[in-house]
């Protein structure tokens, strides 16, 4: 305060006031309000006054500016939280499928909408597995049952069937108030868990499932995270690794740089349909032992980017392999009901460590992971998800509802979304033809779509493209000339980056670099969805191919 007293003073002797007794008409008033805003940084504002004859022009003092000047820097100090201090392991989290490409795509849609020209007239954004965003219609019985979960007013409404209702009822039941907006228990709502169980004993043909070994999640990635984070530690060499594949979906490498863990990579076999050989799962531990502690190994099944379906010996050996290097099993499942090839059957790990005998299936520690985001029902909005887990230790499984219990529960209407994924309508019932009719509509739109996308891509040169037996993705191989290469370390950029960002300028296709998810030295890739509508794909498919075309002759 005694600073802007003498900004004041110093600031009424500019404006003519010497002294006690010689300010007038205001003018000591004027002077502090002028000298508030110097010391607040701002430009004053001060009326002009008749001059005094003796003074001539009106000037600030350079004592009161350097004084105002010294208030303001105090004012604007340095910011606590910078780049420089803010948690590195933050820092060092990167996610493709939201990445550099998409921001990118973001600001040329608002291009669009304010008129600017480009060759083309919107942006296809075929870089996320988001169902409904790219036209899928949700399924009714799910919509029905969640609504009547929300208001219950409308179970006395002759426009919902008796058997959503009955569904609601007893989601509601279990809800504290019987409101869908009441908190749950952190493990999740109990008769939903119980469905779960249910569902996964019809799934895996009748192999006991128990609710407690249920846990409700915030859709599949809050699982994931969950488990890693109550399974890595130690430091130096004996930090904890987690074995992941390649190429994998980037949540697990952000999840492993952000809990500051070890990322042990292992190749899937591109040119065996991209298949895991337990082979290279053993070189990869082998080697990885030497710089930390590989205790967590994480299989993706149907793969994501890569649309790989797993064979039943294909899972006994990766077992087998986790029980005898006691490596504790992540089985990330979200795509179960997306397998279109004919001869390829989704097998879960807990069904197969089952069939193996009580050797394994009493000690092979196993996290299982479901959705409601991918599938035939695409909710994605709704967070809902569900992770089941083998053989824990008894005092860790209190450490883990612990560390549930920090963030009070998962959504709830999440929670009966995933409750009817679980518990879908059954011959008999009302609503069952229509949810089938739905459900496998969806399913064999989506085996076209994968069959159209693989066939067009291996029509373009300089493309190849494994078979697409599940999941939502195309992931191709693609040829980029040298001299691609070259303009790419210019504009310092990966060579798939270069070529995903001329593609989205050029065509306004928005795809992941494969760089985004991990691939073999040389070799190039981009992750696309197949949701789009089927005709609206076949434009989507030409568009790359002509732009690929293009960038060839350009590039040779």
């Known amino acids: 305060m005694h600073r802007l007293v003498l900004v004041a003073k110093q600031a009424a002797a500019s404006l003519g006031c010497t002294g006690p007794g010689v300010c007038r008409g205001g003018r000591k008033d004027m002077a502090l309000r002028c ?81 600017i020209k480009k060759p083309f007239t919107e942006v296809i954004k075929a870089n996320i597995g988001d169902a409904h965003a790219m036209g899928q219609r949700p399924i009714t019985f799910l919509r029905q049952v969640v609504a009547l979960c929300t208001y219950p007013n409308l179970l006395d409404s002759p426009s919902f069937p008796e058997d959503a209702k009955k569904r609601a009822r007893r989601i509601l039941q279990g809800c504290g108030g019987n409101s869908l907006g009441s908190y749950s228990a952190s493990q999740g709502i109990n008769c939903i868990r119980e469905d779960v169980a249910s569902y996964i004993e019809r799934r895996d043909g009748r192999v006991p499932a128990d609710p407690d070994n249920i846990y409700l999640t915030t859709g599949a990635s809050d699982g994931i995270t969950t488990i890693l984070k109550i399974l890595i530690s130690g ?55 030497a710089y930390c502690n590989p205790k967590v190994l994480c299989i993706i099944n149907p793969g ?176 980029i000339p040298s001299k691609a290469i070259e303009e790419a370390k210019a504009h310092k950029m990966a060579p798939d980056m270069f070529y995903c960002t001329k593609l989205l300028e050029e065509t306004g296709i928005c795809v992941v670099p494969g760089s985004g998810f991990g691939q073999r030295e040389g070799s190039y890739h981009f992750r696309m969805t197949i949701l789009p509508p089927v005709e ?12 690929h075309i293009k960038f060839l002759e350009k590039y040779a």
């Open 35 to 115: 000298a508030a805003s110097l010391a607040a940084g701002r430009q004053p504002r001060c009326p002009r006054l008749p001059r005094p004859a003796r003074e001539g022009t009106v000037r600030w003092s350079s004592a009161a500016k350097a004084s105002a000047v010294k208030i303001n820097e105090k004012a604007s100090r340095e910011k606590i939280l910078t780049l420089e201090s803010m948690n590195p392991q933050v820092k060092a989290v990167e996610y493709a499928v939201r990445g550099p490409i998409v921001l990118k795509a973001g600001e040329i849609e608002k291009e669009l909408r304010k008129g």
């Open 235 to 289: 430091g130096g060499k004996s930090r904890t690794g987690v074995m992941i594949p390649i190429p994998q979906y980037p949540l697990y490498s952000a999840a492993i740089s952000e809990l500051a863990a070890i990322q042990v990579n292992y190749y899937l076999d591109e040119e065996n349909c991209w298949a895991l050989d337990v082979n290279e799962l053993r070189r990869s531990l082998n080697e990885a032992k």
């Open 304 to 479: 994501n980017p890569t649309g790989q379906v797993q064979s039943r010996k294909c899972i006994e050996d990766v077992i087998h392999f986790a029980w005898e290097e006691k490596l504790f099993l992540l089985a990330d499942e979200v795509y179960q009901d997306n397998v279109y090839s004919e001869g390829c059957q989704f097998h879960s790990f807990k069904k197969i460590l089952y069939e193996m005998g009580p050797e394994y299936y009493n000690n092979v520690e196993l996290a299982s992971f479901h959705s409601t985001s991918k599938g035939y029902m695409g909710e994605c909005g709704y967070r809902g998800g569900y992770m089941e887990v083998l053989n824990l230790h008894p005092e860790i499984k209190g450490q883990l509802v612990k560390l549930l219990s920090v963030r009070i529960c998962p959504p709830v209407s999440g929670q009966a979304a995933m409750d009817i994924v679980v518990n879908p309508p059954v011959p008999g019932e009302e609503s069952y033809s229509q949810f089938i009719k739905e459900k496998e509509s969806v399913l064999n739109n989506l085996a076209q779509k994968a069959k159209l996308t693989e066939d067009m891509f291996n029509k373009v040169p300089g493309f190849h493209c494994n078979p697409l037996q599940g999941a939502l993705y195309a992931f191709p191989r693609i040829f």
């Open 536 to 547: 609206k794909l076949k434009i989507l498919l030409e568009k790359v191919k002509d732009f």
